[in-house]
């Protein structure tokens, strides 16, 4: 479809292994946004990417979180050494705008990380 | 602090009376406001944004919310719920950066 992809859909991992999360987003979408939504939250901003430049990752919540979009398409988003509270939804979205306040933001379906 | 408040996370409605989601914000500056849509396991969807243009907004399905600056609130209503407008939904507001700030969101239930 023509949609923001994400994959895996859901992912199980054991306490201290490293994940890796993917995005597709919409072609041609100039932003890319990654959110971690936490069970029963609203979600929560993590990184900001226009094009291939990571101009905003004040969100992640330690160094164990790593996120990339070497040619300013697809992105992924790396967890290493994963915690218990890394447990979340992460949730992927694009905008053909250079901000998020001033268009429409496109969501995946998520990526469902349940760290045992 | 620029944040948004949804204050209900649980509204029940019966099938065919109005819908009203209350959502407040604090901003130092006019903000730009959006209500988003989640169903279950699907991606968030946009239903309206509120960018300083008319105060009174429509968007998609029916449904409508309204700027009011003296109240800061940005509330969403319809005039009649649809069982298919069962949905958690999210309050959102454009900071001065480049991301979007959520609200905790209100899950909708519609009763037949």
């Known amino acids: 479809g023509a949609g923001v992809s994400q994959s895996p859909r859901y992912k199980v991992a054991k306490r201290g292994q490293d994940v890796a999360l993917r995005c597709d987003p919409i072609?041609?979408?100039?932003?890319l946004f990654w959110y971690q939504q936490a069970l029963g939250q609203g979600p929560e901003f993590l990184t900001y990417?226009?094009?291939?430049?990571?101009?905003?990752k004040s969100g992640l919540p330690s160094d164990r979180f790593f996120a990339e979009r070497p040619e300013g398409s697809v992105s992924t988003l790396k967890i290493q050494r994963t915690q218990q509270e890394d447990s979340a939804v992460y949730l992927c979205?694009?905008?053909?705008?250079?901000?998020?306040?001033?268009?429409?933001?496109?969501f995946g379906e998520g990526s469902r990380l349940t760290v045992l | 602090a620029q944040s948004v408040t949804q204050l209900d996370s649980h509204v029940s409605v019966s099938e065919g009376t109005p819908v009203l989601l209350r959502c407040n914000y604090s901003?130092?500056?006019?903000?730009?406001l959006f209500w988003y849509v989640q169903h279950p396991n699907k991606g968030l969807q946009l239903l309206l944004k509120?960018?300083?243009?008319?105060?009174l907004v429509k968007g998609i399905n029916g449904f409508e919310a309204e700027f009011k600056k003296s109240e800061t609130s940005f509330h969403l209503t319809k005039p009649s719920a649809h069982m298919s407008d069962a949905a958690e939904y999210f309050c959102?507001?454009?900071?001065?950066?480049?991301?979007?700030?959520f609200g905790k969101g209100t899950s909708l239930l519609v009763t037949p």
């Open positions: 979205a694009s905008s053909s705008r250079l901000a998020a306040n001033t268009g429409e933001l496109f």
């Open positions: 072609s041609g979408h100039v932003s």
């Open positions: 990417f226009q094009n291939e430049a990571q101009l905003d």
């Open positions: 901003s130092s500056y006019s903000p730009s």
């Open positions: 509120y960018t300083s243009a008319a105060t």
């Open positions: 959102a507001m454009g900071n001065s950066g480049y991301a979007l700030n």
